[in-house]
Structures are given as C-alpha cells and as structure tokens.
C-alpha cells in the first residue's frame, strides 16, 4: 500500500511506496493538480441509539470517513473504534433536537479508542452540528481536528466556528 500526502499549500500531491523507516523512505512528487476537490467516500449513517456508547463501532465504520449520527436522545460516545495514523473521521449530527456528547478521556472506552479533546473538555455535537476527528498514533487518542459547526443542509452553507460548545461540568 501507498502513503500519500496532499501539500496543499504548494498543490503537489506525495506518494510512498516503500517500506521500512522513515529515512529510507522513496517519495515521489506525482504533481497532481488540487485545484478541484477532494471526496472523502464512505458515509455511514448507523442505527439510532440513545444511551451511552464505549468503544463505539457501528457496522462498516472501518471503511468511512463519515459518520452520521441520529440520537434518539442527548447521548455521549466515550471512544470510537478503529483509529490508525492519521485517520480522519468527520462526524454529523443529523438530529434536530438531540445532542451528541463527545466525551473527554473517559474510562468506559478502552484507552486507544478515548477523545483527547482540547482543556481536557467534553466537546457537544449540537443538533445539525458536525466535527472532524483525526487519530493521534502517538498519544493514541482521536483528537478534535476542527470545532463544531453548524450545517445548513438546504442551502449547502458551512459556518465555521459557530457554536463550539463545551461542556463545564
């Protein structure tokens, strides 16, 4: 397999295909162009729940990148599975009136699957609110790439930074 990295600031795409340790490593500029976009596929919406999740896992979440989540009620996911080197995963709140708590190093999920979020806070996924998440393989931890922001689905608008919300208790 190929590690690839996206400079985005000089538009130069970055294949690995060796293997072994880092300073032997083959890197090879393919000069592709990141004018366009780039998709991230795999976009799970799991079944509904509204208690606590450890360790949360939904079915197929090893092959997404995006995680739509639909409590029944305000709910907390203490860890998701499957982290890996820096693996992304953005995660949708799709409800209009639950919120999802994201919750900060807690014990209820095995330590590699834990959030290491900023101010050691718990992070609140309002309704229509989304986040992406990157795993550390250092601290082996998910980490919260961006804040909260609300999605406006009719009209396709993101707003950034609107209404990160941390919990105080």
Same mark, same amino acid.
């Given at each position: 397999?190929?590690?690839?990295?996206?400079?985005? %600031?000089?538009?130069?795409?970055?294949?690995?295909?060796?293997? #072994?340790?880092?300073? /032997?490593?083959?890197? =090879? &500029?393919? @000069?592709?162009?990141?004018?366009?976009?780039?998709?991230?596929?795999?976009?799970?919406?799991?079944?509904?729940?509204?208690?606590?999740?450890?360790?949360?896992?939904?079915?197929?979440?090893?092959?997404?990148?995006?995680?739509?989540?639909?409590?029944?009620?305000? %709910?907390?996911?203490?860890?998701?599975?499957?982290?890996?080197? #820096?693996?992304q995963m /953005?995660?949708?709140? =799709? &409800?209009? @009136?639950?919120?999802?708590?994201?919750?900060?190093?807690?014990?209820?999920?095995?330590?590699?699957?834990?959030?290491?979020?900023?101010?050691?806070?718990?992070?609140?996924?309002?309704?229509?609110?989304?986040?992406?998440?990157?795993?550390?393989?250092?601290?082996?931890?998910?980490?919260?790439?961006?804040?909260?922001?609300?999605?406006?689905?009719g009209d396709?608008?993101?707003?950034? &930074?609107?209404?990160?919300?941390?919990?105080?208790?």
């Amino acid at each position: 397999p190929a590690d690839v990295i996206f400079d985005t %600031s000089n538009n130069i795409v970055w294949v690995c295909t060796t293997t #072994g340790t880092a300073s /032997t490593a083959v890197w =090879t &500029n393919i @000069s592709a162009n990141l004018s366009g976009s780039v998709s991230m596929t795999g976009v799970l919406s799991p079944t509904s729940f509204g208690t606590q999740q450890d360790n949360y896992s939904p079915t197929n979440l090893s092959t997404s990148s995006t995680l739509r989540l639909n409590p029944s009620a305000d %709910s907390d996911i203490t860890g998701l599975a499957g982290g890996s080197s #820096g693996r992304q995963m /953005t995660v949708i709140n =799709t &409800n209009t @009136s639950f919120r999802v708590n994201l919750r900060n190093e807690n014990t209820s999920s095995t330590a590699a699957n834990r959030f290491l979020l900023p101010n050691s806070r718990d992070v609140a996924l309002l309704p229509n609110y989304a986040c992406v998440l990157q795993y550390d393989s250092v601290s082996g931890r998910w980490r919260l790439k961006s804040p909260p922001f609300a999605i406006s689905f009719g009209d396709a608008q993101y707003m950034s &930074n609107v209404g990160f919300a941390l919990s105080v208790a």
